[in-house]
């Protein structure tokens, strides 16, 4: 036996068991309850947000991010496509919802004139849908998860974040 098999067979043996046991394709159970742990704390948070704010403003998560988007990304107009990437919907899902909001008398859909695309715009009635939903929406992050936070967890989140972003 070489050398190099040798200390290769030597390493081998020496390794903790769950090493060589273990598929590095599957979860242990530790990874796996923080994997489900971290999921169901975002669920409940954002289930808990959206809530609060379809129950006192009648706008659904899809309504508040196209309505949000519009103003924060675009001023109160956007084109359709920028939109479906922004909320990362695609176009179909995009367009059936924008039919719904336009029913509502939310938002407008246009024909660019110089162009094959359509543009979003806010209406009046979008804007203050979404002037009365801003403030449930801080309130209620705030509440269910801002005010739980120490200023640890905001620095942990944040360097978790950074790296997660990174890694994108």
Request: hydrophobic residues 35%; aromatic residues 8%.
């Amino acid at each position: 036996m070489s050398t190099q098999v040798y200390f290769n067979t030597l390493m081998l043996i020496c390794q903790p068991c769950y090493y060589i046991c273990m598929d590095t394709n599957e979860l242990n159970e530790n990874e796996m309850q923080i994997w489900n742990m971290w999921k169901g704390s975002f669920k409940r948070v954002f289930g808990r947000v959206v809530k609060e704010m379809s129950e006192q403003t009648g706008l659904s998560e899809g309504d508040f991010g196209v309505l949000d988007r519009l103003v924060q990304f675009g001023n109160g107009t956007l084109r359709q496509h920028e939109l479906a990437i922004s909320m990362d919907w695609d176009k179909s899902r995009l367009s059936h919802h924008l039919t719904r909001m336009e029913k509502r008398g939310l938002v407008l859909r246009k024909p660019l004139d110089t162009d094959r695309g359509v543009q979003v715009i806010i209406t009046s009635a979008g804007k203050s849908a979404l002037d009365e939903a801003l403030p449930i929406v801080s309130n209620s992050i705030r509440k269910h998860f801002l005010d739980l936070l120490t200023d640890q967890d905001i620095e942990s989140i944040t360097k978790l974040s950074e790296r997660t972003k990174k890694r994108s």
